[in-house]
């Protein structure tokens, strides 16, 4: 098997996820049925939905769960019955290709959001609105401050939400500190299955409007029979992932691995970039650019070296073409020449190092000046 340095994309899921799912699907039931197997598969759902909502410091009740994190960024801006949607111009695509009503707020070249124009936004305009700000971005891992967001919002009446997808995990993520109205998590991001995700309510009884009709699964948020096994393993994950941040272990370190990565990658290769170096991002998440090589390139070319790193967004990272984010931070032609590096609990120091070793040597042989690695002491 070869190296996975593509964490951000989704990791493998943790063994005790997979017992638990397992052992579910094993036992099977439909939580909307009322004979003694649906009060079983009822009870594993209301059981991960508390894990879950723990992680967060929530109340169970305020967690509704979705497909993913798409649909629940989805759920969020459509059923908020807000008429103008703010959003800033390196969210993911599903929430900036929401609706027509989209209007982008700029960010600096950091990637972090203007706080100034969102002001100007919100006061230029007295509809209602939703701002939408993520915690952490997906490509650059740069950590935006959300309850500044959120407290500027509150001043014009607008609702907030936060896509922290990326963040929980990996990061200590409270709703009450954040301040937002809305938050989206993913179960394949910390360790738990593809398909699940849960959009997390301030406010329990919030009158949201469901985007899925026909059924009055949770609480008539979102028609449908609930995936049974992926919600007991996003419980799980949920838990584990909380454990890794309180204890702090992993998550420092990811933050060493990170922080001998680029100091050697520019050393070997001086003509590289790590893209939002002085910002504070998620421990695991480092942004390359090589200039005037294609990051599809760049990504195809360490994949026959045996590891798998990408180019934007998992959703996207399919497509040819420059990032919306970096594009957005005003790295102009650097944009589509870009790769993401994102580590895991699994990661190793003799990975980021084969990294590096076959970056270097593909930076070598498109003409850039690449030196020699430091032979250890």
């Given at each position: 098997?070869?190296?996975?340095?593509?964490?951000?994309?989704?990791?493998?899921?943790?063994?005790?996820v997979?017992?638990?799912?397992?052992?579910?699907?094993?036992?099977?039931?439909?939580?909307?049925s009322?004979?003694?197997?649906?009060?079983?598969?009822?009870?594993?759902?209301?059981?991960?939905?508390a894990?879950?909502?723990?992680?967060?410091?929530?109340?169970?009740?305020?967690?509704?769960?979705?497909?993913?994190?798409?649909?629940?960024?989805?759920?969020?801006?459509?059923?908020?019955?807000?008429?103008?949607?703010?959003?800033?111009?390196?969210?993911?695509?599903s929430?900036?290709?929401?609706?027509?009503?989209?209007?982008?707020?700029?960010?600096?070249?950091?990637?972090?959001?203007?706080?100034?124009?969102?002001?100007?936004?919100?006061?230029?305009d007295a509809?209602?609105?939703?701002?939408?700000?993520?915690l952490?971005?997906?490509?650059?891992?740069?950590?935006?401050?959300?309850?500044a967001?959120?407290?500027?919002?509150?001043?014009?009446?607008?609702?907030v939400?936060?896509?922290?997808?990326?963040?929980?995990?990996?990061?200590?993520?409270?709703?009450?500190?954040?301040?937002?109205?809305?938050?989206?998590?993913?179960?394949?991001?910390?360790?738990?299955?593809?398909?699940?995700?849960?959009?997390?309510?301030?406010?329990?009884?919030f009158?949201?409007?469901?985007?899925?009709?026909?059924?009055g699964q949770?609480?008539?948020?979102?028609?449908?029979t609930?995936?049974?096994?992926?919600?007991?393993?996003?419980?799980v994950?949920?838990?584990l992932?909380?454990?890794?941040?309180?204890?702090?272990?992993?998550i420092?370190?990811?933050?060493?691995?990170?922080?001998?990565?680029?100091?050697?990658?520019?050393?070997?290769?001086?003509?590289?970039v790590?893209?939002?170096?002085?910002?504070?991002?998620?421990?695991?998440?480092?942004?390359?650019?090589?200039?005037?090589?294609?990051?599809?390139?760049?990504?195809?070319?360490?994949?026959?070296?045996?590891?798998?790193v990408?180019a934007?967004?998992?959703?996207?990272?399919?497509?040819?073409?420059a990032?919306h984010?970096?594009?957005?931070?005003?790295?102009?032609?650097?944009?589509?020449?870009a790769?993401?590096?994102?580590l895991?609990?699994?990661?190793?120091?003799?990975?980021?190092?084969?990294?590096?070793?076959?970056?270097?040597?593909?930076?070598?042989?498109?003409?850039?000046?690449?030196?020699?690695?430091?032979k250890?002491?």
């Amino acid at each position: 098997m070869g190296i996975y340095l593509d964490h951000n994309a989704g990791g493998p899921v943790r063994p005790e996820v997979a017992s638990a799912m397992a052992e579910a699907l094993a036992e099977g039931g439909n939580p909307s049925s009322v004979h003694a197997g649906g009060r079983r598969a009822r009870r594993r759902i209301e059981d991960a939905r508390a894990q879950v909502a723990a992680l967060i410091g929530i109340a169970p009740s305020a967690i509704v769960f979705t497909s993913g994190g798409s649909e629940a960024n989805a759920l969020a801006l459509r059923g908020c019955g807000r008429e103008r949607l703010l959003v800033s111009a390196v969210e993911h695509a599903s929430v900036l290709e929401c609706g027509a009503a989209v209007e982008r707020i700029p960010v600096d070249g950091a990637g972090i959001v203007d706080l100034v124009a969102l002001e100007h936004l919100l006061a230029g305009d007295a509809r209602p609105a939703l701002v939408s700000v993520m915690l952490a971005n997906n490509e650059t891992g740069v950590v935006q401050p959300v309850a500044a967001v959120a407290a500027m919002a509150r001043r014009f009446g607008a609702l907030v939400h936060c896509d922290a997808v990326q963040a929980a995990g990996r990061m200590a993520v409270a709703m009450s500190d954040l301040a937002v109205d809305f938050l989206t998590l993913s179960a394949h991001k910390m360790g738990g299955p593809s398909g699940i995700g849960a959009l997390a309510l301030r406010d329990a009884d919030f009158p949201l409007a469901p985007i899925l009709l026909g059924g009055g699964q949770e609480r008539r948020r979102r028609a449908g029979t609930e995936n049974l096994s992926g919600i007991v393993g996003f419980g799980v994950a949920a838990t584990l992932a909380g454990d890794d941040v309180s204890t702090g272990n992993t998550i420092l370190e990811m933050y060493h691995l990170r922080d001998a990565l680029e100091p050697v990658a520019t050393a070997r290769v001086p003509g590289a970039v790590v893209v939002a170096a002085g910002a504070v991002r998620l421990p695991n998440t480092t942004c390359l650019v090589l200039p005037e090589v294609a990051g599809q390139t760049q990504v195809m070319a360490l994949d026959l070296a045996g590891i798998a790193v990408s180019a934007g967004s998992a959703c996207s990272s399919g497509k040819v073409g420059a990032s919306h984010v970096l594009a957005a931070m005003g790295l102009g032609g650097m944009a589509g020449c870009a790769i993401r590096i994102s580590l895991g609990r699994s990661s190793r120091a003799e990975e980021v190092t084969a990294f590096v070793d076959a970056w270097a040597e593909l930076a070598a042989r498109k003409g850039f000046e690449v030196r020699q690695a430091a032979k250890a002491a």
